[in-house]
């Protein structure tokens, strides 16, 4: 215990942690503010260095009168860890031990100090002086620890509004001074939002006094509600309840009727709809069938994407009775997706958001509105999911992913060069801009996943990474294999843990990885990888005694079964289920007919599963390899996996309108001959349903053994001033 008057300051691996004024001096003299939990942590651990402390005890120290969750501390972990700068595996100062606690590993040095001691006297060797931390912008989200006065009144995410403010006070001024940028200012960002769910996809009205967006789940085809809130101080009010799968507001061209995109995963015909809901509330009405992104371009004319064949989408305008339909623009390849556009003022040009033939965003696409040509492509090299133009047609803003960072961006029309406008550890999600021109709109926040475990004892965390997803869990469960990145769609390294001990190492150090699948003997690893936009697959022992080598050009989806590679093959214009030898000979078409997504394979090689169109219905199939039968699915079900033993199959369920998260069908299929998939959710003793969908799923040797993953978001809406 520090005694009367004087407090102790810590000095560990370059680092100081100030105790006088509570933050955290870099080695290079920086203060880093910490939000009051971690720096809590932090000071608990730094007192107790090299001791093993377990979570209880930490737990109820720094939380002395709140009931919290794990969680919360594993996230006061991850703030302290982007503080000090340990990546992926990088244990110099924290080393987790699963299921127990944590340990200061560094060698710390206690330093008693006076309280009033100028800041000066406590920096490092070298600092002069010590300067205010820049300004943060306000807060993003309601605090954990503040009564919620909002209408959103659901769980609270465990990435709280300090971890947000503190990540921009951290590193979005420095981003800026570092670019040098003069466009956009963090400092002058305004929150139109305050909520404890995620508030994305914003849309602004005609007359710029009304805010559009979805609360909820934050991905594309999430679960959300749709909410509008007068500008600039109304209350946001939601004008739905949750629906299953939504995207694309848009506000009528009188502001009085919002429409959204409804996808009900092929339960009716058509799955793809536009409904519109009253913004003085009222119940949802179907506007348009077979429709999405629906955008007013003139009363009574519309801009919309609609499916050809398959999942083939396309865009087209007609009025809003489908007459006077013309073609705009629709992919080359059969599983190509346009899912958004945009008009410019103009009436000249379309901006286009599309998906690849992979189903992964790419960079947009400028086409002329007259249909004339497909156009090209514009923006930065990247995923690009949203886009505007200013009110003269001459800038076209983006919100795009590169290098695993969402930013947004801009460029002159039609053939400027496309600049990035907004920096730092945060995410801007979507962009609007306001009537005026200048200003934009975009949702800004951050995620976390992490890689659970659920066994007989409950389900836990096991991993302590930023982005950690995809797991492989061995056949006892004893080790588990997942992806690591430095941001939500930064590229990602496979790691290994193993369980009983809680050593973690990387397992293909240096490589980028999309997807992988581990050899049921985990003597080998196969994973695809995008080399200079191309897709390949690649093959590589665990024990490294070989170095990796490349075995397709053209494909993805790599997965064992049966002694074989099973994977998807590219095509011009249709992608195709093949199989290989693990050296890349044998190679053999297992379908005459094309598919969508590859899911997974028997640990046999005998059964597999792939999404595809069959009667112009998308659903999941189950077919038997070699014997030219199948099995469809009906199309509630999305993804699959079989257990190592392929005694179970899992599948995952999306409802419509759905108020819960996606859940696995846990399919016993020992004694038949083929899958026997139950055609409802009581189908007796052999069905059970896990609280997880297989996105991120790995069965283990029982239903009640099993790793997933955990995603959180939190997202607000900012308003950000333009200066150029």
């Given at each position: 215990m520090d005694q009367l008057g004087t407090k102790t300051d810590y000095e560990f691996g370059g680092f100081r942690l100030d105790t006088v004024m509570q933050v955290l001096v870099s080695p290079a003299g920086e203060l880093i503010a910490l939000p009051g939990r971690a720096y809590d942590v932090l000071r608990y651990l730094l007192e107790r260095p090299g001791e093993l402390v377990d979570k209880a005890s930490l737990m109820r120290t720094v939380w002395p009168s709140t009931v919290?969750?794990?969680?919360?501390?594993?996230?006061?972990?991850?703030?302290?860890?982007?503080?000090?700068?340990?990546?992926?595996?990088?244990?110099?100062?924290?080393?987790?031990?699963?299921?127990?606690?944590?340990?200061?590993?560094?060698?710390?040095?206690?330093?008693?100090?006076?309280?009033?001691?100028?800041?000066?006297?406590?920096?490092?060797?070298?600092?002069?002086?010590?300067?205010?931390?820049?300004?943060?912008?306000?807060?993003?989200?309601?605090?954990?620890?503040?009564?919620?006065?909002?209408?959103?009144?659901?769980?609270?995410?465990?990435?709280?509004?300090?971890?947000?403010?503190?990540?921009?006070?951290?590193?979005?001024?420095?981003?800026?001074?570092?670019?040098?940028?003069?466009?956009?200012?963090?400092?002058?960002?305004q929150a139109l939002t305050d909520l404890s769910e995620s508030a994305t996809a914003p849309t602004i009205s005609a007359d710029g006094k009304m805010l559009a967006f979805i609360v909820?789940?934050?991905?594309?085809?999430?679960?959300?509600?749709?909410?509008?809130?007068?500008?600039?101080?109304?209350?946001?009010?939601?004008?739905?309840?949750?629906?299953?799968?939504?995207?694309?507001?848009?506000f009528s061209p009188d502001d009085s009727q919002v429409a959204f995109t409804y996808f009900n995963n092929g339960r009716t015909d058509p799955a793809w709809n536009t409904l519109t809901v009253p913004t003085a509330?009222?119940?949802?009405?179907?506007?348009?069938?077979?429709?999405?992104?629906?955008?007013?371009?003139?009363?009574?004319?519309?801009?919309?994407?609609?499916?050809?064949?398959?999942?083939?989408?396309?865009?087209?305008?007609?009025?809003?009775?489908?007459?006077?339909?013309?073609?705009?623009?629709?992919?080359?390849?059969?599983?190509?997706?346009?899912?958004?556009?945009?008009?410019?003022?103009?009436?000249?040009?379309?901006?286009?958001?599309?998906?690849?033939?992979?189903g992964a965003w790419r960079r947009c696409r400028v086409v002329p509105f007259d249909g004339s040509s497909p156009g090209s492509q514009v923006g930065p090299t990247g995923s690009c999911t949203s886009a505007a133009w200013s009110p003269d047609s001459r800038w076209m803003y983006f919100s795009a992913t590169v290098?695993?960072?969402?930013?947004?961006?801009?460029?002159?029309?039609?053939?400027?060069?496309?600049?990035?406008?907004?920096?730092?550890?945060?995410?801007?999600?979507?962009?609007?801009?306001m009537p005026n021109g200048r200003s934009l709109v975009t949702s800004l926040g951050l995620q976390r996943q992490s890689v659970w475990l659920h066994d007989r004892t409950g389900e836990h965390p096991v991993t302590s990474d930023a982005i950690a997803f995809a797991p492989w869990l061995s056949t006892d469960a004893k080790r588990l294999y997942f992806l690591v990145a430095s941001a939500s769609a930064a590229p990602a390294t496979l790691w290994r843990l193993d369980l009983e001990q809680?050593?973690?190492?990387?397992?293909?150090?240096?490589?980028?990885?999309?997807?992988?699948?581990?050899?049921?003997?985990?003597?080998?690893?196969?994973?695809?990888?995008?080399?200079?936009?191309?897709?390949?697959?690649?093959?590589?022992?665990?024990?490294?005694?070989?170095?990796?080598?490349?075995?397709?050009?053209?494909?993805?989806?790599?997965?064992?079964?049966?002694?074989?590679?099973?994977?998807?093959?590219?095509?011009?214009?249709?992608?195709?289920?093949?199989?290989?030898?693990?050296?890349?000979?044998?190679?053999?078409?297992?379908?005459?007919?094309?598919?969508?997504?590859?899911?997974?394979?028997?640990?046999?090689g005998k059964w597999a599963a792939v999404l595809a169109v069959m009667d112009g219905q998308v659903a999941t199939a189950i077919l038997g390899v070699g014997k030219g039968t199948f099995r469809w699915v009906r199309a509630g079900y999305w993804a699959s996996r079989w257990a190592p033993d392929g005694r179970d199959l899992y599948l995952q369920t999306q409802g419509s309108f759905r108020s819960a998260p996606d859940e696995t069908l846990v399919v016993d299929l020992a004694g038949s001959a083929a899958p026997r998939i139950p055609q409802g959710m009581t189908a007796g003793s052999s069905l059970n349903i896990l609280p997880h969908g297989t996105e991120g799923f790995a069965p283990g040797p029982d239903p009640d053994t099993y790793a997933f993953t955990r995603t959180d978001w939190l997202r607000n809406i900012y308003r950000i001033p333009l200066h150029q």
């Open positions: 919290v969750e794990d969680n919360n501390l594993n996230q006061c972990i991850l703030v302290l860890r982007r503080a000090l700068g340990e990546s992926a595996g990088d244990r110099r100062f924290i080393l987790t031990v699963p299921g127990r606690g944590f340990k200061l590993v560094a060698p710390v040095r206690a330093i008693p100090v006076t309280e009033d001691t100028s800041p000066a006297d406590s920096l490092p060797p070298g600092s002069a002086s010590r300067s205010p931390p820049p300004p943060a912008p306000p807060p993003i989200a309601t605090s954990p620890e503040r009564p919620l006065d909002r209408p959103v009144r659901g769980r609270l995410l465990v990435i709280g509004s300090a971890l947000v403010a503190i990540a921009i006070l951290a590193g979005v001024s420095a981003f800026f001074a570092q670019r040098g940028s003069s466009v956009t200012q963090p400092t002058e960002y909820g789940d934050p991905r594309f085809l999430g679960a959300g509600r749709i909410y509008v809130k007068s500008l600039p101080d109304g209350e946001p009010e939601p004008l739905t309840k949750v629906l299953g799968s939504i995207y694309g507001p848009a509330g009222g119940r949802p009405t179907l506007l348009l069938g077979n429709s999405a992104g629906l955008t007013w371009i003139a009363p009574h004319r519309l801009l919309y994407s609609e499916i050809g064949s398959g999942i083939h989408m396309g865009l087209v305008t007609s009025t809003d009775e489908r007459t006077d339909r013309r073609q705009v623009y629709f992919p080359s390849h059969e599983r190509g997706m346009a899912h958004y556009s945009y008009l410019s003022p103009d009436r000249r040009a379309v901006l286009v958001v599309e998906m690849d033939r992979t290098a695993g960072h969402s930013h947004l961006w801009r460029q002159r029309y039609p053939d400027g060069k496309p600049q990035q406008i907004t920096f730092g550890p945060t995410e801007d999600v979507g962009v609007a801009v809680g050593q973690e190492a990387p397992v293909l150090p240096g490589l980028n990885i999309l997807s992988y699948d581990i050899s049921p003997d985990e003597r080998e690893v196969v994973f695809s990888v995008e080399h200079r936009g191309e897709m390949q697959i690649w093959i590589a022992p665990l024990d490294h005694h070989l170095p990796p080598r490349l075995i397709a050009h053209g494909a993805d989806q790599p997965a064992f079964g049966g002694g074989w590679v099973f994977f998807r093959r590219l095509g011009e214009k249709e992608n195709h289920l093949y199989r290989m030898q693990a050296d890349g000979s044998a190679e053999q078409r297992i379908l005459d007919f094309p598919i969508l997504q590859f899911q997974s394979v028997s640990p046999t």
